[in-house]
């Protein structure tokens, strides 16, 4: 191979190539497995609270990390709050993950840990303030003294939330914190490599998010259940959906060849808010039915390729029972992972690398004489 040779292109979606050495997580899509900084997922969730487990991610990334972030990401919560008199009725007409961004667009970029703790803040305060700013009723302030999670629902509702509640929002939070270099966190990482500030590199995660084949699927799982209505109804919805070419959200993953562990993480903290009062009696049961059924009809309509029940499902389950509309079931997503884009942000920072990969040139030569 001469200098004017490049190497042989990765195949297209990169599917295969490793681009980062991380100590953050690892996903194992053989054994549906998920390590986060040496625990395992199942030993994490009912465990954990989402600020502990952004102690664990940012461990080692942040010499001033105190040993409890409680109270740093309560006085980060009120700072971004600020933000909110920004949210008129132009940003509020949007769709709530643009309007999240546009928001979020507006913190200074950096790269210490208040910097980073604004940024885990602001998804949690700015997301409540949108779907009620939309819902026509004034944002609620944060309480800073309050769980990160207690305080996302009280800011959502008026009310404070039941433990129930608060603890299925936990588990949901942690479940999808991080999870190995999934397109938003590449993006992240890409943009935190020229050193742009977290900020740059967050907006870059969220905005690759917001597609339907990564984080904006589970609002469309609601749409699925909802164009089915009875279980009966589920083999033809779902044989007519794929005679259309089109894919069954909540299904299908790029890493995992067998179930993907956050769908069973999440079916405890479902089950328990579906037993808890208020939420739709047989919801639960109804979705298990539309899932079988699915199985059933991926493993013949792709008999080669396995397809099983992504996190996006029984997120979309978990987020209706707390009460978050459909349309904002994605920034809630965001909630969660910000805190895997800074851990992997700053960890490719470390590296001091820019992130700058070649691609083949396939087009035309210049015409001669041109
Ligand atoms: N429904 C129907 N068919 C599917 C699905 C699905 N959910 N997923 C994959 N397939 C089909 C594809 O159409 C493709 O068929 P083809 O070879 O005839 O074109 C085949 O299975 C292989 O799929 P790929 O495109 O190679 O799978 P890839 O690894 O690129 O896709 C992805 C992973 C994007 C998640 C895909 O499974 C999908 O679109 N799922 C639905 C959207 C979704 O649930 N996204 C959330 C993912 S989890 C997350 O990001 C947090």
């Known amino acids: 191979m001469n200098a004017h040779t490049p190497a042989p292109p990765a195949p297209e979606g990169l599917e295969g190539v490793v681009a980062a050495r991380t100590v953050l997580s690892e996903v194992d899509g053989q054994a549906g497995r998920l390590i986060i900084r040496g625990r395992s997922l199942d030993d994490l969730i009912g465990q954990t609270r989402f600020e502990d487990l952004v102690s664990l991610l940012f461990e080692g990334f942040y010499e001033d990390l105190p040993a409890d972030l409680t109270a740093a990401l309560g006085v980060a919560r009120s700072e971004v709050f600020a933000e909110v008199r920004h949210l008129d009725t132009d940003l509020a007409a949007q769709a709530p993950v643009e309007a999240v961004r546009a928001l979020m667009a507006r913190l200074a970029d950096g790269d210490d840990l208040p910097t980073a703790l604004r940024l885990i803040a602001a998804p949690a305060v700015f997301t409540p303030a949108v779907i009620r700013v939309q819902a026509g009723q ?79 699927a589970p609002g469309p799982v609601i749409e699925m259940l909802d164009g089915i209505g009875q279980p009966e109804n589920a083999r033809a919805w779902i044989e007519g959906a794929l005679a259309r070419g089109e894919r069954l959200m909540g299904f299908g993953h790029r890493i995992y060849r067998v179930r993907d562990p956050r769908a069973d993480a999440l079916k405890g903290p479902v089950r328990a808010l579906a037993a808890s009062a208020g939420v739709r ?38 987020l209706e029972a707390l009460d978050f509309p459909p349309k904002a079931f994605t920034c809630v997503f965001a909630m969660g992972r910000v805190a895997g884009w800074l851990a992997h942000a700053r960890e490719q920072l470390a590296t001091g690398r820019l992130v700058r990969p070649q691609s083949v040139y396939v087009g035309p030569e210049p015409r001669q004489g041109s």
């Open 138 to 216: 004034a944002p609620i302030p944060p309480d800073p003294a309050s769980p990160h999670a207690v305080d996302i629902l009280r800011m959502l509702t008026g009310t404070p939330p039941s433990q129930t509640q608060a603890a299925g929002l936990d588990a949901y939070l942690v479940t999808v914190a991080d999870h190995g270099l999934n397109a938003s966190t590449f993006a992240a990482r890409v943009v935190a490599s020229t050193r742009a500030g977290l900020t740059s590199a967050v907006l870059a995660g969220l905005s690759a998010l917001k597609g339907p084949l990564h984080g904006g």
């Open 281 to 318: 009696p047989g919801r639960v049961a109804f979705a298990e039915a539309v899932e079988a059924a699915a199985l059933d009809i991926l493993r013949t309509h792709k008999p080669d390729r396995p397809l099983d029940t992504n996190v996006e499902f029984y997120t979309a389950l978990l």
